[in-house]
């Protein structure tokens, strides 16, 4: 089946900038997400990419996707403590019955002061 | 507010003991589904629906059952819970194929839930 691949931790120094990575296997992946989730807490979306786009920014935030390689970052720049929380990256496809995302294992991105 | 709620957000319960977690949404989005989420894997789908008395299997579904009678509504059924059932579960919804915005999932809260 299909697959996504997320390194499991990241620790960074406030104010450096974070890059947290996931490859996918899905070569009809639609759409590719970025969801965080601080402790005890739910799914946040964060940012979502179209697989004919190279790259989003919003804010803080780009997301860089390389669609030969199925490889998409996240960065996030001028990190801050409260920016610490698991990094979840997700795929869809049309061919996901029903709407399904594949979630990578999630990274947990750890900021120190 | 669009949203997505679960009930109970937290359940403590015995092996054996049958138990419902609800979902609902109030967006009228045809798609629903229920995942579950472990240390180290992620989140993995359990069973999805993709409208009213449509529900069909996801990658982990053994041991679980749904059922959608109305559009809004989506439990979750344990009928005989295992202790590696204890995991955290979180229900979502999708406006379904052909829409604009991104194909976002709306997710509720999280359920944790504890079988001894």
């Known amino acids: 089946g299909e697959d996504v691949e997320q390194s499991l931790f990241l620790s960074v120094r406030e104010g450096d900038s974070s890059v947290i990575n996931c490859t996918y296997t899905d070569s009809s992946s639609t759409y590719l997400y970025w969801y965080k989730q601080e402790p005890g807490a739910g799914l946040q979306l964060l940012t979502y990419?179209?697989?004919?786009?190279d790259m989003k920014q919003d804010q803080r935030l780009t997301v860089l996707l390389n669609k030969k390689d199925k490889h998409l970052s996240l960065r996030i720049a001028d990190t801050q403590t409260g920016d610490s929380a698991i990094y979840f990256c997700a795929e869809s496809s049309i061919y996901n019955q029903g709407g399904k995302l594949i979630f990578g294992q999630g990274t947990e991105l750890s900021v120190k002061p | 507010e669009a949203q997505v709620t679960q009930n109970p957000r937290y359940l403590i319960t015995v092996t054996g003991k049958k138990l419902t977690v609800t979902c609902s949404q109030n967006?009228?989005?045809?798609?629903m589904s229920w995942y579950r989420q472990d240390p180290g894997l992620g989140l993995r789908q359990i069973y999805y629906?993709?409208?009213?008395?449509?529900?069909d299997k996801g990658d982990v579904p053994e041991g679980y059952k749904v059922s959608r009678k109305e559009k809004r509504n989506f439990p979750l059924i344990l009928e005989s819970p295992s202790p590696n059932q204890t995991s955290l579960y979180f229900c979502a919804s999708d406006p379904g194929p052909g829409l604009a915005g991104g194909g976002e999932q709306y997710f509720g809260p999280g359920t944790r839930l504890t079988v001894t």
């Open positions: 629906s993709m409208n009213v008395e449509v529900t």
């Open positions: 990419i179209f697989s004919n786009m």
């Open positions: 967006m009228n989005h045809e798609y």
